[in-house]
């Protein structure tokens, strides 16, 4: 016999790692699991799914174990059954999947979904014990900051004209808003832009909504990105020097916000005392930090750029100075007075590998026990343009910039396919947009690959300081600039803004995304920066969106919907990235265990909706987005 309504059961069959679905059978609530709790495990299926049978299956030290799941009548509700078992945690890392036996034979259930073969393990659901989750992240919207070009508070500290030389080019001082030179000059020009001029502007963060800054490097350097570090114990005095990072911890502890500095352990600038030292003197001190291919000007360097010489860690001592050390660079600045909230690693998929010293996994493992050690709640964030999920398995990395698992496939979907390099050819693309199909397989995938825990706190983000700017990606489409920050601000993990973006500043390049922030209110697109408050308002508010599951409902050709719940709240998310209004017509949605009866709001709009016959009747749904709150629930 043939699986009866394999679609619709496939659709309702759901887990992933929300408290809905993972819970302590006893004790307190919270998501910090520990060696030795019991931990209940739910999935849930349509009450007239053929399932005859479901096996919990997991490997406690290696050995395949299978539980048998019940399924409580209490638990069952008009539209849905919830099926359970429970466990005992026994390991650090307890990865599991789902047997389900149906009248057509037997179906794996994994983090990528259904299956008939054989899965490997390694896309199982996986629950952390022993992890402690820094908890403020995932009530937070970051907001990205370019120290340079976002505000002056004070003009005494800014570059002069010809104050040095690098590189052969004379530093510059620019009018703030002057359009920049091309590379390489643009490197050393300076718009004045300081940590004084960032607290200046707390009132307009608070405003807008955001809680947490992550801060462009701010450590002593020659150029105006400052990953040439030139001194990792003193903040740069044109940037206002230390004082000015300590009267910014004081300013926004009282206003309850958090930030976090970009460090690059990876490599530091050639003009760098210890790199000077050790060009100077094979034998000085430092010289063991480097690689010398041939001593003194054929070194190891970050992707063959010169001023970038790389660190090497086979350095016992070089270990010491930058994490493992009781003052080194990683914990010297978590202390009093300066109590940053977290780290932002550069390159960090590149950091402590080179040719046949593959040294990251001992490096990272002692980054993360310093930093967690001077303070647990430090969040550890890597850059990575890539798949690390090899770094977020809960003993590295507590997130990545979530390029590959985020804002990649937005802008695939959104705009085109396309993929770059820093070698020929450097960029490689098709000019057709992605699937909705490929763009919900590609975040599946990456959220399989990680822990829900560390998924939750993924740093989400449109663009950044090395990519253009979500706009000029997107074609200056409104709509679709709206319908890209509703996904950034609905989708599971913690939003970033780059700032700008909500005021609707633009750049075709990375050059350009470093253009200087525009205080000139008049010139604002005030609609689009309402629309950012709006959303920050519902992220930071909605547990479902803090805390929730998530589960695709539909998928259309330029259609999109999605289910973020929590046992207090749904949200649906509706985006339409068609030139065409989307028609209006039912959602179905008892596959997200959505009674009949539910009665949701637009949150833009006001209009609302009941859930009858198990869909939502939703209105024409234009280029854009529509979010629909639940507001009055029968919730199963």
Request: hydrophobic share 35%; aromatic share 12%; proline share 6%.
């Given at each position: 016999?043939?699986?009866?309504?394999?679609?619709?059961?496939?659709?309702?069959?759901?887990?992933?790692?929300?408290?809905?679905?993972?819970?302590?059978?006893?004790?307190?609530?919270?998501?910090?699991?520990?060696?030795?709790?019991?931990?209940?495990?739910?999935?849930?299926?349509?009450?007239?799914?053929?399932?005859?049978?479901?096996?919990?299956?997991?490997?406690?030290?290696?050995?395949?174990?299978?539980?048998?799941?019940?399924?409580?009548?209490?638990?069952?509700?008009?539209?849905?059954?919830?099926?359970?078992?429970?466990?005992?945690?026994?390991?650090?890392?307890?990865?599991?999947?789902?047997?389900?036996?149906?009248?057509?034979?037997?179906?794996?259930?994994?983090?990528?979904?259904?299956?008939?073969?054989?899965?490997?393990?390694?896309?199982?659901?996986?629950?952390?014990?022993?992890?402690?989750?820094?908890?403020?992240?995932?009530?937070?919207?970051?907001?990205?900051?370019?120290?340079?070009?976002?505000?002056?508070?004070?003009?005494?500290?800014?570059?002069?004209?010809?104050?040095?030389?690098?590189?052969?080019?004379?530093?510059?001082?620019?009018?703030?808003?002057?359009?920049?030179?091309?590379?390489?000059?643009?490197?050393?020009?300076?718009?004045?832009?300081?940590?004084?001029?960032?607290?200046?502007?707390?009132?307009?963060?608070?405003?807008?909504?955001?809680?947490?800054?992550?801060?462009?490097?701010?450590?002593?350097?020659?150029?105006?990105?400052?990953?040439?570090?030139?001194?990792?114990?003193?903040?740069?005095?044109?940037?206002?020097?230390?004082?000015?990072?300590?009267?910014?911890?004081?300013?926004?502890?009282?206003?309850?916000?958090?930030?976090?500095?970009?460090?690059?352990?990876?490599?530091?600038?050639?003009?760098?005392?210890?790199?000077?030292?050790?060009?100077?003197?094979?034998?000085?001190?430092?010289?063991?930090?480097?690689?010398?291919?041939?001593?003194?000007?054929?070194?190891?360097?970050?992707?063959?750029?010169?001023?970038?010489?790389?660190?090497?860690?086979?350095?016992?001592?070089?270990?010491?100075?930058?994490?493992?050390?009781?003052?080194?660079?990683?914990?010297?600045?978590?202390?009093?007075?300066?109590?940053?909230?977290?780290?932002?690693?550069?390159?960090?998929?590149?950091?402590?590998?080179?040719?046949?010293?593959?040294?990251?996994?001992?490096?990272?493992?002692?980054?993360?026990?310093?930093?967690?050690?001077?303070?647990?709640?430090?969040y550890l964030l890597g850059e990575n343009f890539f798949d690390s999920s090899s770094q977020l398995q809960g003993d590295k990395l507590d997130a990545s910039m979530n390029y590959a698992g985020f804002s990649q496939p937005v802008e695939y979907w959104l705009s085109h396919f396309h993929v770059s390099q820093h070698a020929q050819p450097n960029q490689v693309e098709s000019n057709m947009p992605w699937p909705t199909q490929a763009l919900v397989d590609s975040w599946q995938a990456s959220r399989a690959a990680i822990p829900w825990v560390i998924a939750r706190q993924q740093f989400n983000l449109l663009g950044s300081h090395d990519t253009a700017r979500i706009i000029n990606n997107l074609g200056h489409n409104q709509a679709l600039n709206r319908l890209a920050v509703a996904l950034l601000m609905t989708y599971v993990g913690t939003p970033c803004i780059y700032y700008g973006d909500e005021i609707g500043l633009s750049g075709a390049d990375s050059l350009e995304a470093r253009n200087c922030m525009n205080w000139d209110a008049s010139t604002w697109n005030t609609d689009l920066r309402s629309f950012y408050q709006a959303l920050i308002k519902l992220r930071r508010s909605s547990p479902a969106l803090i805390d929730g599951g998530f589960q695709v409902l539909q998928i259309g050709e330029n259609t999109l919907a999605y289910l973020r719940d929590s046992d207090e709240e749904q949200i649906i998310v509706t985006g339409n990235r068609g030139a065409e209004p989307q028609p209006a017509g039912l959602l179905p949605v008892a596959h997200g265990a959505i009674s009949n009866g539910c009665s949701f709001t637009e949150i833009f709009s006001g209009q609302t909706s009941r859930v009858e016959g198990g869909s939502l009747p939703l209105p024409e749904l234009p280029s854009g987005v529509q979010i629909w709150r639940c507001t009055e629930q029968t919730m199963d």
């Amino acid at each position: 016999m043939m699986f009866i309504d394999q679609t619709a059961t496939h659709l309702s069959i759901h887990h992933d790692g929300s408290s809905r679905y993972v819970r302590k059978t006893h004790g307190a609530p919270g998501p910090d699991l520990q060696i030795g709790d019991d931990v209940t495990i739910r999935l849930r299926a349509r009450k007239e799914a053929p399932i005859q049978r479901i096996l919990f299956r997991t490997c406690p030290d290696g050995e395949q174990l299978f539980i048998e799941m019940s399924k409580p009548a209490a638990h069952t509700s008009s539209n849905c059954a919830w099926w359970q078992a429970s466990f005992k945690i026994s390991m650090p890392v307890s990865a599991y999947r789902f047997l389900i036996f149906c009248e057509d034979g037997a179906w794996w259930y994994n983090g990528t979904g259904l299956h008939r073969y054989l899965p490997t393990d390694a896309e199982d659901f996986r629950l952390l014990a022993d992890y402690t989750a820094p908890s403020w992240v995932r009530e937070s919207v970051f907001y990205q900051i370019f120290p340079d070009r976002f505000a002056d508070g004070d003009p005494t500290n800014s570059v002069r004209d010809g104050e040095y030389e690098y590189h052969g080019l004379p530093s510059s001082s620019r009018r703030w808003g002057e359009k920049q030179s091309g590379w390489p000059q643009a490197m050393v020009e300076f718009y004045g832009g300081d940590i004084p001029g960032v607290e200046n502007h707390l009132d307009y963060l608070a405003d807008l909504g955001v809680n947490a800054i992550y801060f462009n490097p701010i450590f002593s350097a020659y150029s105006n990105h400052r990953y040439d570090v030139t001194d990792y114990f003193n903040v740069d005095p044109h940037l206002g020097g230390n004082p000015a990072l300590i009267s910014l911890r004081q300013a926004t502890a009282q206003r309850g916000m958090r930030f976090i500095v970009d460090i690059v352990p990876n490599h530091c600038g050639m003009e760098h005392e210890w790199f000077k030292a050790a060009q100077q003197d094979p034998r000085a001190p430092t010289a063991e930090y480097f690689s010398f291919h041939h001593h003194p000007n054929d070194y190891e360097c970050w992707l063959g750029v010169r001023s970038l010489p790389k660190l090497n860690y086979r350095s016992q001592k070089l270990r010491e100075t930058i994490y493992a050390g009781d003052d080194s660079v990683f914990r010297h600045w978590l202390k009093p007075p300066y109590s940053i909230d977290g780290w932002r690693v550069d390159v960090a998929n590149m950091l402590a590998r080179h040719g046949k010293d593959q040294l990251e996994t001992e490096v990272w493992e002692g980054i993360r026990q310093a930093v967690k050690q001077e303070n647990p709640q430090a969040y550890l964030l890597g850059e990575n343009f890539f798949d690390s999920s090899s770094q977020l398995q809960g003993d590295k990395l507590d997130a990545s910039m979530n390029y590959a698992g985020f804002s990649q496939p937005v802008e695939y979907w959104l705009s085109h396919f396309h993929v770059s390099q820093h070698a020929q050819p450097n960029q490689v693309e098709s000019n057709m947009p992605w699937p909705t199909q490929a763009l919900v397989d590609s975040w599946q995938a990456s959220r399989a690959a990680i822990p829900w825990v560390i998924a939750r706190q993924q740093f989400n983000l449109l663009g950044s300081h090395d990519t253009a700017r979500i706009i000029n990606n997107l074609g200056h489409n409104q709509a679709l600039n709206r319908l890209a920050v509703a996904l950034l601000m609905t989708y599971v993990g913690t939003p970033c803004i780059y700032y700008g973006d909500e005021i609707g500043l633009s750049g075709a390049d990375s050059l350009e995304a470093r253009n200087c922030m525009n205080w000139d209110a008049s010139t604002w697109n005030t609609d689009l920066r309402s629309f950012y408050q709006a959303l920050i308002k519902l992220r930071r508010s909605s547990p479902a969106l803090i805390d929730g599951g998530f589960q695709v409902l539909q998928i259309g050709e330029n259609t999109l919907a999605y289910l973020r719940d929590s046992d207090e709240e749904q949200i649906i998310v509706t985006g339409n990235r068609g030139a065409e209004p989307q028609p209006a017509g039912l959602l179905p949605v008892a596959h997200g265990a959505i009674s009949n009866g539910c009665s949701f709001t637009e949150i833009f709009s006001g209009q609302t909706s009941r859930v009858e016959g198990g869909s939502l009747p939703l209105p024409e749904l234009p280029s854009g987005v529509q979010i629909w709150r639940c507001t009055e629930q029968t919730m199963d």
